[in-house]
């Protein structure tokens, strides 16, 4: 062997040891699936090709696959976690424990091979682990072929048949699902509740199913001329059609069938397509299509603010249970009042950002999720219904604030399945996750916060973010460290209170004292109104090591006052202005930072005498 090709083997050798360790890789997958329903007994035949990569450093010499299904069943852990919790979710209950056999979801796996060779594999629950016959190496692709025999269960949760609001079909987690290796390794958690994690890839599924149902679902139609949308006189009841559905870059694949779907449909000026299929009636008909304009306005505020959605085409399907996200389509109530289901499909289309393009693992990370959508949806409703509100994250201030205050607060780094109670999953996952965002946005500055959010869709969309990406991200955009933010934000249940503690003359000069009562510091503003006009005083933390800029709209008024350093409980603020020619102080006028006492907040208010005793 020469010297010259054993240099480029150490060199090539040496660049794959540095990406391992120091760079991001992710998983690929390519899924075939060819799906033969039968729904006289709901139940389904699917043949499965699954061609996965492995771009990790690691060999590896065995899988899991998720089987969702299996957790519609007696005894399940879903089962025993929805009637054993604090606080059980109503819509679960007790439902799935007196489900009867002809009622159940089910997976169960005929054959399966890797490259043409039996695997071995084992089932527990909602997990199968398979034993490959061969170690699948670096950089190296393997196919897995997959019989596999499924029953749809009665509608409990996301997923099912014959639901309340008589939709046939929302067929979601509904396939075994080949589970996510990553820098943190396996994610085969058991379907226990909530939230998901998958690998990118493309999707080719065939669906054979009686003629008379109208199918949606994720990806683009690739025989729209061969499928028929319900009976015609010249259609037996008994042929069956054969939909084509693809596509590319997604994470997972969701999909609805019902006889009575009505089909909308909209472009927007680029080209995107947005698709909507509700039940036929009067009534959903008329609300359905009023809701077609307010579903154009939201993605073109998120392209806007948030980053272009990068597919061709959006569906917004009635599932008939609540809301929940898939890409390229969302599956949500049909009923109830127009706001309501504004909201909710503004919320859930969100989630294709937040989930569907910026894939973060929810099971560990949920309020990456729930929290950015959160935080996007109260901006876009506030946009569409014209409400000005100063702050749109008031809201979720609130939900959070109440959470902490009533003892049952956890640390917004708990696993999505392991809260103790699912309110505290709920006002954490949404609205602590929500607030972290807001609050960033008064750390960094308004107009670098949205510079680096958008940056931060552009640099990860179609990956796997965790929260010290998106850390980075803002840290580069503002020149700032943040770790002091996210960590006591994310890792803890330290909370913020501030207070005006005394107000006082010196001379021409007015003196404020201002008191750190909670555990967690923030860098502050105050305003000032006083008979001369109003002035803001910024107060950044010393550890923050750097400072945000003024607001154009006030920046002639800004005043930067000096560090704050987190562990002094006092900072004074000397005024050139005279005590009595003020007429009010306010911390946080922008309503920024979660503070869970407000009455100290302002001066003449609250727990403040003026003068001061």
């Known amino acids: 062997m020469t010297k010259r ?164 079909y929302t067929l979601t987690q509904w396939y075994p699902k080949l589970a996510e290796y990553d820098r943190d390794g396996w994610h085969s958690e058991p379907y226990v509740s909530r939230e998901f994690h998958g690998v990118f890839g493309t999707f080719e599924v065939d669906i054979t199913i009686d003629s008379k149902y109208t199918l949606a679902g994720t990806g683009i139609v690739q025989n729209p001329n061969e499928v028929g949308h319900g009976y015609s006189e010249t259609t037996p009841a008994s042929e069956k059609t054969t939909w084509k559905f693809k596509a590319e870059n997604v994470h997972d694949f969701a999909w609805a069938a019902d006889a009575e779907y009505t089909h909308l449909q909209s472009t927007l000026s680029n080209g995107t397509e947005l698709h909507f ?81 910026l894939a973060s693992n929810e099971q560990k990370y949920p309020w990456m999720d729930e929290g950015f959508t959160t935080f996007a949806q109260n901006i876009v409703l506030d946009s569409l219904f014209k409400r000005n509100n100063l702050n749109p994250q008031e809201r979720s201030q609130r939900s959070y604030i109440s959470n902490a205050l009533s003892g049952k607060e956890e640390p917004l780094s708990t696993g999505a399945d392991y809260y103790e109670t699912n309110r505290a999953y709920g006002s954490n996952a949404y609205s602590k996750g929500c607030v972290f965002l807001d609050q960033l946005s008064g750390i960094v500055g308004q107009e670098t916060f949205d510079q680096a959010i958008m940056r931060y869709f552009n640099q990860w969309k ?72 109003v002035q803001y005083s910024y107060i950044p933390l010393e550890i923050m090591r750097g400072a945000k800029p003024a607001p154009n709209e006030i920046s002639k008024d800004w005043k930067q006052e000096n560090d704050w350093p987190w562990a002094y409980p006092f900072y004074r603020v000397e005024l050139t202005i005279p005590f009595e020619s003020i007429k009010r102080i306010e911390l946080d006028p922008f309503q920024k930072i979660a503070d869970l006492d407000s009455k100290n907040d302002a001066f003449p208010s609250g727990n403040i005498s003026f003068p001061p005793k």
């Open 5 to 168: 090709l054993l240099l480029l083997l150490f060199i090539g050798a040496a660049s794959f040891a540095s990406s391992a360790q120091d760079g991001y890789w992710q998983q690929n997958v390519n899924y075939c699936m060819d799906i033969d329903f039968n729904a006289e007994n709901h139940t389904f035949q699917g043949a499965q090709s699954l061609v996965y990569t492995n771009n990790s450093p690691d060999t590896l010499d065995h899988v899991f696959y998720h089987l969702y299904f299996n957790a519609f069943q007696p005894g399940s852990m879903m089962d025993v976690r929805s009637r054993t919790i604090a606080d059980p979710d109503p819509r679960i209950a007790d439902r799935i424990n007196n489900l009867q056999p002809n009622e159940i979801g089910f997976h169960k796996i005929e054959k399966l091979t890797q490259d043409g060779e039996k695997v071995t594999f084992s089932v527990e629950g909602t997990v199968a682990e398979v034993q490959l016959a061969q170690p699948l190496l670096p950089r190296k692709s393997t196919t897995f072929e997959m019989k596999f025999n499924s029953q749809v269960p009665i509608q409990i949760r996301r997923s099912g048949r014959n639901n309340e609001e008589g939709v046939d």
């Open 277 to 357: 299929f509700h039940r036929n009636d009067s009534i959903i008909n008329q609300s359905w299509t009023r809701l077609v304009p307010f579903t154009e306005q939201l993605f073109n505020i998120m392209n806007d603010k948030f980053g272009v959605y990068p597919y061709a085409q959006f569906s917004v399907i009635q599932g008939g249970d609540g809301g929940m996200e898939y890409p390229m389509c969302t599956m949500i109530s049909g009923t109830g009042s127009f706001g309501g289901l504004v909201s909710v499909t503004v919320h859930e289309a969100i989630h294709n950002w937040y989930y569907g393009v």
């Open 462 to 533: 179609f990956k796997h973010p965790t929260p010290l990406d998106f850390k980075r991200i803002m840290e580069k955009a503002s020149n700032m460290e943040l770790d002091w933010y996210f960590d006591a934000w994310i890792g803890t249940t330290k909370t913020i209170d501030y207070g005006i503690h005394t107000v006082t003359s010196s001379g021409k000069k007015t003196i404020i004292e201002i008191q750190r009562i909670g555990s967690l510091a923030m860098p502050l503003e105050l305003k000032v109104t006083s008979e001369k006009g």
